[in-house]
C-alpha cells in the first residue's frame, strides 16, 4: 500500500469487489468504497453521520490551527463553508487567469535549458507564488520575499513531525526540530496577521482575503481567517502543482495529443486536465469516520468505522472507462462522466472549494510553459506514482529536458514583403 497504492488497491477490489477492508499500520482497519452508488451516499450523507475524522486532524491541526475548514465538522463547518464560497465563485475568478500567466511567465524565464530539470518542485514555486499574491494579496516586495521563505520553510517539515507532536499529547517544547517547528510558525502568524489587518483596513482588492473579509464582514475572527489561509495554501498549492507536474509528465509521453495541445484549443486543454486529474489522481481517496451505525449497499457498517472512497478506484475502473488505464484527453470531448465516475475533487458538501480555481490555474499555466520550450522526458518509461504527504505525485519529480522554442516567424504581410 506504502510503496505501489494504486497497484495494491487495484489487486484488493479484483480479490475481493467493489467494497473491502484493509487493515493498514499506523492508521487502521478502514473500510475501501469503490461503488460510485456507494461512494454518492458518503459524499452527500448526513454530515452528523459522515465527520472527517481524528486522523486528518491529528495531523495537520498544528499547522492549520483549530479552525480550518478542512478539519471542521457538522454546523461549524457549514457556516464557515457558507462565508467562504462566495470569494470562489466572484467576478475576481475572471480576473485570475492573466495574473497567473503573469506569474508563470516570471517563473518560466528562469529555467535551464539542455539539462534534466524536475517539473514538480518549478510548478510547486509557481502554484506558491499564485496563493501569496492572489489568495492572500501580499503585495509589499519585502512582505513577500519573507513570507515565501517563511511558508517554504514551514512546509518542509516532515508530516511524521506533526504527527509525533500530536500523538504525544502533551508539551514537547523541548524537542529541538518541534521548537523550531513552532518558531517558524509564530513568525509566519505574525505576517499573516498583518496582511489581515491591512486588508480589514481597505477590503477593495480582489485577492481571495479581500473577498472573505468583504463577504463575511466581522463574521470570521482574525484567527478563523489565519486559519482559513493555511489552509487554502495548503490544500491549495501543492495539489495543484503536482497536477501541472502530472499533466506535463503525461503529455510528454503522448506526442499526438501534446502537438493537438499547442493548437490552443480551448475545449481540448480542458480535456486534458480533466484526464490528467482520470488517469494520475492527486489525492487517491478521502475518509469518513462515521458516528452512528450506517447502511452502504449490502453492507452494515458499525458506529466508529472509518470509511475510505476511493477516487483512484472509481476513475480508473474498465466498466465506466473503457482502455482505463490509456491516457486519452478525446474521451472528455463527447458527453459527461456517469455521475461519481470522476470525482477528482471529491463531492457533496465538502467537495473541493478551490475545484474551479485549480482548474483555472492549470490552464492557465500549461500554455506559458508550451510557448517557451519544447520539452522531452528524461526517459521514455512513466513515471511511477509515489505517496508524498497525502499527495501522489510522480515518482521523480517529472523529470523533462528543455529546449528553447524557436519562435513561429510573423506572419509575412504585403507592406513588410514590400
Ligand atoms: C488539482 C488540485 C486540487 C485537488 C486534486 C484537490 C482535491 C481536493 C479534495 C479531494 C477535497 C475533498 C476532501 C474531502 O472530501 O474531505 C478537497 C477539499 C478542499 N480543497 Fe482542494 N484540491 C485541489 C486544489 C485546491 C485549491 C487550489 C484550493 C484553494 C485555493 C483548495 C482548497 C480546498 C479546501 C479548502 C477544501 C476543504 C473543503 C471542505 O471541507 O469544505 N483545493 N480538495
Not at 475481493?16 to 461503488?35: C, E, H, K, Q, S
Not at 460510485?36 to 491541526?61: E, K, M, N, W, Y
Request: proline letters at 6%; glycine letters at 6%.
Amino acid at each position: 500500500m506504502l510503496s505501489r497504492p494504486h497497484g495494491f488497491l487495484a489487486r484488493c477490489r479484483r480479490r475481493y469487489g467493489d467494497v473491502f477492508t484493509a487493515n493498514i499500520a499506523p492508521y487502521g482497519r478502514m473500510v475501501f468504497l469503490a461503488d460510485p452508488a456507494l461512494i454518492r451516499q458518503v459524499f452527500t450523507g448526513d454530515t452528523h453521520v459522515f465527520h472527517v475524522g481524528g486522523v486528518r486532524g491529528r495531523v495537520l491541526s498544528p499547522l492549520l490551527g483549530e479552525h480550518s475548514l478542512l478539519l471542521l465538522d457538522e454546523d461549524e463547518h457549514m457556516r464557515e463553508r457558507k462565508l467562504m464560497l462566495p470569494a470562489f465563485h466572484g467576478e475576481a475568478l475572471r480576473r485570475y487567469p492573466s495574473l497567473m500567466e503573469e506569474i508563470a511567465e516570471e517563473q518560466v524565464s528562469g529555467w535551464p535549458v539542455g539539462e534534466t530539470i524536475a517539473l514538480r518542485p518549478r510548478m510547486q514555486a509557481i502554484t506558491l507564488e499564485v496563493i501569496l499574491r492572489l489568495v492572500i494579496g501580499v503585495r509589499d516586495t519585502v512582505a513577500l520575499a519573507r513570507l515565501r521563505d517563511l511558508l517554504n520553510r514551514l512546509l518542509d517539515q516532515p508530516t511524521t513531525l506533526l504527527f509525533l507532536a500530536t500523538a504525544a499529547n502533551r508539551d514537547i517544547s523541548w524537542f529541538r526540530p518541534w521548537r523550531r517547528f513552532l518558531e517558524i510558525r509564530a513568525q509566519a502568524n505574525e505576517l499573516i496577521y498583518e496582511e489581515i489587518a491591512r486588508r480589514r483596513a481597505d477590503p477593495s482588492g480582489d485577492d481571495i482575503l479581500s473577498l472573505l473579509v468583504q463577504a463575511s464582514g466581522d463574521s470570521l475572527s482574525d484567527e478563523e481567517l489565519r486559519d482559513e489561509l493555511m489552509t487554502l495554501l495548503i490544500a491549495g498549492h501543492e495539489t495543484t502543482a503536482t497536477a501541472l507536474a502530472w499533466a506535463f509528465e503525461r503529455l510528454t509521453r503522448h506526442p499526438a495529443a501534446l502537438a493537438r495541445l499547442r493548437d490552443g484549443d480551448a475545449a481540448y486543454i480542458d480535456a486534458v486536465i480533466k484526464e490528467t486529474l482520470r488517469v494520475r489522481p492527486v489525492v487517491m481517496e478521502v475518509g469518513r469516520d462515521i458516528t452512528e451505525k450506517v447502511r452502504l449497499g449490502e453492507w452494515e457498517l458499525p458506529a466508529g468505522t472509518r470509511v475510505m472512497s476511493s477516487i483512484a478506484l472509481v476513475q480508473r475502473a474498465e466498466r465506466d472507462w473503457p482502455d482505463a488505464h490509456a491516457f486519452r484527453p478525446e474521451r472528455f470531448l463527447d458527453g459527461q462522466p456517469a455521475p461519481y465516475t470522476w470525482i477528482p475533487f471529491g463531492g457533496g458538501p465538502r467537495r473541493c472549494i478551490g475545484a474551479s480555481f485549480a482548474t483555472t490555474e492549470m490552464a492557465a499555466i500549461i500554455p506559458v510553459v508550451l510557448r517557451h520550450f519544447d520539452l522531452v522526458p528524461e526517459r521514455p518509461e512513466s513515471e511511477r506514482s509515489q505517496t508524498r504527504n497525502v499527495t501522489q505525485v510522480p515518482a521523480r519529480g517529472a523529470r523533462v529536458v528543455l529546449s528553447q522554442r524557436t519562435p513561429k516567424p510573423e506572419p509575412q504581410g504585403v507592406l513588410s514583403a514590400v
